[in-house]
C-alpha cells in the first residue's frame, strides 16, 4: 500500500471515462465474509447453514443501509464498518432489557432477544477461521472496559467473552491516561490505522463501562493492477468539478459482472477467494443520489444473485478515506433512544447499577491502490451511570382513604376517610376556631 505513483501511460484502455464511484460505502461491503456473497471453494465457513449466513447478511445490509442515509448527509466521502459498528453495539445489546432491548434489537436488525445473536456471532466466528486465507490479514478483537469497583452479572461477562470473545480488563477512568490506554489498544487492533478515536475528557470517573470492537483487513487483488498502466485521468465529481485522479486500469478475467437498471455492478476478488471487493458504478455521471434513494437489502441481493463470471476492463481510481463519527443523534433517529436516555435505559443485563449508552463513536479507514486493500476500523461504546427511577410524590391534599394496620397478622386496626381535615376539630387547621 502507498506505492509511488508512475507517470508511463497504459498500454491499452478500452474502457470509457470514469464517473463517480457509488459512495463508498460499498467497500464495507468488501468482504464477501462480511456476509454479502456466497463463500467460495472449501472455505473454513463451509458448515455455516446457508439460512444462518443469509439472515446475518440481510440484517447487516440493511443496517448499513440505515446507518449511511444518515452519516452521508453534507458528505463527500465516506467509509464505515456496519460489521463492526453492529457488532459492538450487539455486545451492549446482551444487556439490555425491555424496551431498551426491544428498540436495540428492531434497529440491529437483531435475530433474537438478548442476550445472544445467534448468527451475528456464527458470522463472527465463521471471520476468524478466514482470517489465515492466502495471503490475507482479517483479524478480529472486542474488549470490555470496566471501572474499578463496578460489578458486573457472571452470566454477561461469559456472554462476552465467550460468544465475542471480549474479556473484561478493569481500568480506573478517573485517570486521564485511561483514554490512551484504550486508543493505543484500538491503534494495535487496526494496525495503527484508527487512532485516538476516543477524545481526551471523553471519560470520567462516572463512566462504569466502555465496550470495544476493532477489525483490521489487508489482502491483495487477485489480478493485481500494474503501476505502469496506472495515469492521470479527470474524475466527474459532484459539483462539476474534474479533478485529476491516477487511475489504475486493468482487464480482469476472474470478475464478477452485472448490470441492472442502469448501475453496473463488480466484484473483483482478492487473493484466495474468501473476499472481495463490490463496485456499484451508476451509467448516469450524476446517478448516486438516485441510486442511493432506491438502496435497499433485496436491491443488494438481486446484484449478487446477478453477478455472472466474465472478463471486465477497469478503471478504477487509487483512493484514501478516513471519517470518524459520533453516532448517538443518528442511532436515536433510527429507533433506539431509550438506550441514551439516563432516566429509562435498562441495562439490568449488565450490572445491578443503572446505566445507559453515553457515547458511541466509531472510525474508519479504507485504502485502495494497485497491490489491493488495507481496511481497519473501531466502535466504542461508552457508558454512563442512568438516573435513580423518580421518587414517587403522594400529596394528600384532596379527599383520601387510610388504613393502620397489622402486616404479620393482616389485621386492620383502624381505618377511615378524610373530606374535610377542619370538620370533626377545626383546631387542627390554621386559621378555624
Known sequence: MRRRHSSHPPETSQAEPPKRLARLWLVTLLVSALGCGATTGN???????????????????????????????????VCLSPFNLRLTLLMAHGGARGDTAREMAAVLRAADQPPLDRPAVAALRRLRQASAADGQVL??????????????????????????????????????????????????????????????????????????????????????????????????????????????????SGARYAELDGVQVLELPYRGGETSMVIALP?????????????????????????????????????????????????????????????????????????????????????????????????????????????PTVHATHPFLFFIRHPPTGAILFMGRITDPCADDPTVCPNQT
Open 43 to 77: 472455505g473454513a465457513g463451509a458448515h455455516l447453514p446457508a439460512a444462518v449466513t443469509t439472515q446475518n447478511a440481510r440484517a447487516d445490509t440493511a443496517f448499513a443501509l440505515d446507518v449511511l442515509r444518515r452519516v452521508s448527509a453534507g458528505q463527500t466521502n
Open 139 to 252: 483479524a478480529l478483537a472486542n474488549r470490555l472496559w470496566g471501572m474499578h469497583g463496578v460489578a458486573f452479572h457472571d452470566d454477561f461477562l461469559a456472554l462476552q467473552r465467550d460468544a465475542y470473545g471480549a474479556p473484561l480488563e478493569r481500568i480506573d477512568f478517573g485517570d486521564a491516561a485511561a483514554v490512551g490506554v484504550i486508543n493505543g489498544w484500538i491503534a494495535e487492533q487496526t494496525g495503527g490505522l484508527i487512532r485516538d478515536l476516543l477524545k481526551p475528557g471523553s471519560l470520567s470517573p462516572s463512566t462504569p463501562l466502555v465496550l470495544t470492537g476493532a477489525v483490521y483487513f489487508k489482502a491483495l487483488w487477485a489480478e493485481p493492477f500494474s503501476m505502469q498502466q496506472t495515469v492521470a485521468t479527470p474524475f466527474f465529481a459532484s459539483g462539476g468539478r474534474r479533478p485529476m485522479v491516477h487511475m489504475m486500469s486493468n482487464t480482469v
Open 283 to 391: 451509467r448516469a455521471p450524476d446517478g448516486l443520489a438516485a441510486l442511493e434513494a432506491r438502496m435497499t437489502p433485496a436491491l443488494v441481493e438481486q446484484w449478487q444473485q446477478a453477478l455472472r463470471a466474465q472478463e471486465v476492463s477497469v478503471m478504477l481510481p487509487r483512493f484514501r478515506l478516513d471519517s470518524r463519527f459520533s453516532l448517538a443523534d443518528a442511532l436515536q433517529a433510527m429507533g433506539m433512544a431509550t438506550a441514551f436516555d439516563p432516566a429509562r435505559a435498562d441495562f439490568s443485563g449488565m450490572s445491578v447499577d443503572r446505566m445507559f449508552i453515553a457515547q458511541v463513536v466509531h472510525g474508519a479507514f479504507v485504502e485502495v491502490d494497485e497491490s489491493g486493500t488495507e481496511a481497519a476500523a473501531a466502535t466504542a461504546v461508552v457508558a454512563g451511570y442512568g438516573m435513580p427511577p423518580p421518587i
